[in-house]
């Protein structure tokens, strides 16, 4: 049974820094494409970042850009998620996903296969 399990949410200061971490486990994931997503009180979950599965290839959505870094290590079955210059409108619940379809990542949310049960976070002005 695939599992993911993130972690390094927290309250952060707006300005600040985090980094999201996604442990996955119960088969292999080197050809697995992977997700971070959000969602916020009242809104849609929403898609934040991607990574195909050789890491090679990265997708953003465009508020994010510039601001946020997804990265993979295949050896140690971990997504990361390097979150900088937060502000207050990214605080959310943050969630990682598997899409084993495919090795391509993709910023549809019923595409992936697998998700994690979240991690808070919360940035303050």
């Known amino acids: 049974q695939v599992h993911l399990v993130e972690s390094g949410g927290g309250l952060v200061q707006a300005g600040g820094s985090l980094r999201l971490s996604c442990a996955a486990s119960?088969?292999?994931?080197?050809?697995?494409?992977m997700g971070w997503f959000r969602q916020a009180p009242g809104k849609e979950r929403e898609f934040v970042a991607g990574?195909?599965?050789?890491?090679?290839?990265?997708r953003y959505t465009d508020s994010v850009k510039g601001r946020f870094t997804i990265s993979r290590n295949n050896a140690q079955n971990m997504v990361l998620l390097q979150m900088n210059s937060l502000k207050p409108e990214d605080t959310a619940v943050y969630y990682c996903?598997?899409?084993?379809?495919?090795?391509?990542?993709?910023?549809?949310?019923?595409?992936?296969?697998?998700w994690g049960q979240g991690t808070q976070v919360t940035v303050s002005s």
């Open positions: 119960g088969r292999t994931f080197t050809n697995v494409a």
């Open positions: 996903a598997a899409r084993f379809s495919s090795s391509g990542s993709t910023s549809i949310a019923r595409a992936y296969d697998a």
């Open positions: 990574v195909s599965g050789s890491g090679a290839s990265t």
